[in-house]
């Protein structure tokens, strides 16, 4: 079964860090690059961060540069993204993305990151 499971969010407070996971199955982890978009309410989908197959090349939205990384072990299968300095703006649902060549994109289910005091 194809499938992209996040993890890692929560409640944090406005400048502090949070650290979501994604695990892959189902297919072959290091044939998908793989992305993370968030999604507040009202508002349309965004992407995040990307990744390529290798890890080797990262892409980033401004309003996270600097703040957000993006990474991945293609031995446990599983996507990274590192958020620090965390702001009220950050507050959304984070999802997985993997895109294969030829081949459906695969999302997960998301999980939730809310930055407040």
């Known amino acids: 079964q194809v499938q992209l499971v996040e993890s890692g969010g929560g409640l944090v407070q406005p400048g502090g860090s949070l650290r979501l996971s994604c695990a892959a199955s189902?297919?072959?982890?290091?044939?998908?690059?793989m992305s993370w978009y968030r999604q507040a309410p009202g508002k349309e989908r965004e992407l995040v961060a990307g990744?390529?197959?290798?890890?080797?090349?990262?892409n980033y939205a401004d309003s996270v540069k600097g703040r957000f990384t993006i990474s991945r072990d293609n031995v446990k299968n599983t996507v990274y993204l590192q958020m620090n300095s965390l702001k009220p703006e950050d507050t959304a649902v984070y999802l997985c993305?993997?895109?294969?060549?030829?081949?459906?994109?695969?999302w997960g289910q998301g999980t939730q990151v809310t930055v407040s005091s």
């Open positions: 189902g297919f072959t982890f290091s044939s998908a690059a």
């Open positions: 993305n993997a895109a294969r060549i030829g081949r459906p994109a695969i």
């Open positions: 990744i390529s197959r290798s890890g080797g090349t990262t």
